[in-house]
């Protein structure tokens, strides 16, 4: 299967503790780009990177929150001191640089902070 | 005004009906304009993707854009139960970031 994966699929935390996420993109694709999505919305931007820059972060990006794509492949996203609110979908996608309307999505990781 | 509007349903049809699904936009600006399926526990799946107006076919769906009105429809032809799911209309927005509808969910009655 040579689509976007993500690890884990589901992560249970308690409030207060570190978590982080893992997202493996399409190999020939240079953008990266995470989301999250809450139930009933549409995904929200998070942040991108082409290669290994990130080039935007979204205000919805706290400074708890912290992403890296250190050798332009796969990405990391970390989550410090989890809150109750952080509880949602994390989705990565990739596209190329020429077709961002092409985004493809992995299958997301679902974290629960009790 | 959010940058793209869509109705969330849900939306109950019969299999074999057409299905229409609809969404408004604010920024005439926008050129691309996708529409993404994503079911139950899973990440969105691209569909389609329009540039600028008209019309595009893949099978038994149908992209239309109307930049005048600022709307842009999916039809689905000879809807089937699997077709069930939650359908995100997104476009491509400033900065080359992606903004998505809340999504319509859609269920096919057998």
């Known amino acids: 299967d040579t689509g976007v994966s993500q690890n884990p699929r589901h992560k249970i935390t308690k409030r207060g503790q570190n978590v982080t996420f893992r997202c493996d993109p399409i190999?020939?694709?240079?953008?990266l780009y995470w989301y999250r999505q809450t139930l009933g919305q549409g995904p929200e931007f998070l942040t991108y990177f082409q290669n290994e820059a990130q080039l935007e972060k979204s205000r919805l990006l706290s400074d708890r929150f912290s992403a890296e794509r250190p050798k332009g492949s796969f990405s990391t996203l970390e989550i410090q001191r989890t809150e109750q609110g952080d509880s949602a979908m994390y989705l990565c996608a990739s596209s190329s640089a020429g077709s961002l309307y092409e985004q493809y999505f992995g299958p997301g990781t679902r974290l629960t902070v009790t | 005004q959010k940058e793209v509007e869509q109705d969330p349903g849900p939306l109950s049809v019969p299999e074999g009906a057409i299905v229409s699904l609809n969404c408004t936009y604010s920024n005439s600006a926008f050129q691309y304009f996708m529409w993404y399926r994503q079911y139950s526990r899973k990440g969105p799946e691209l569909l389609m993707y329009?540039?600028?107006?008209g019309n595009k076919e893949d099978g038994r769906f149908t992209a239309q854009v109307d930049k005048s009105s600022k709307y842009i429809s999916l039809f689905i032809r000879d809807s089937q139960p699997s077709d069930s799911a939650t359908y995100l209309c997104?476009?491509?927005?400033?900065?080359?970031?992606?903004?998505f509808g809340k999504g319509t969910r859609l269920h096919i009655l057998p």
């Open positions: 190999s020939e694709h240079n953008r």
């Open positions: 329009t540039y600028s107006s």
């Open positions: 997104a476009i491509l927005g400033r900065d080359d970031k992606i903004i």
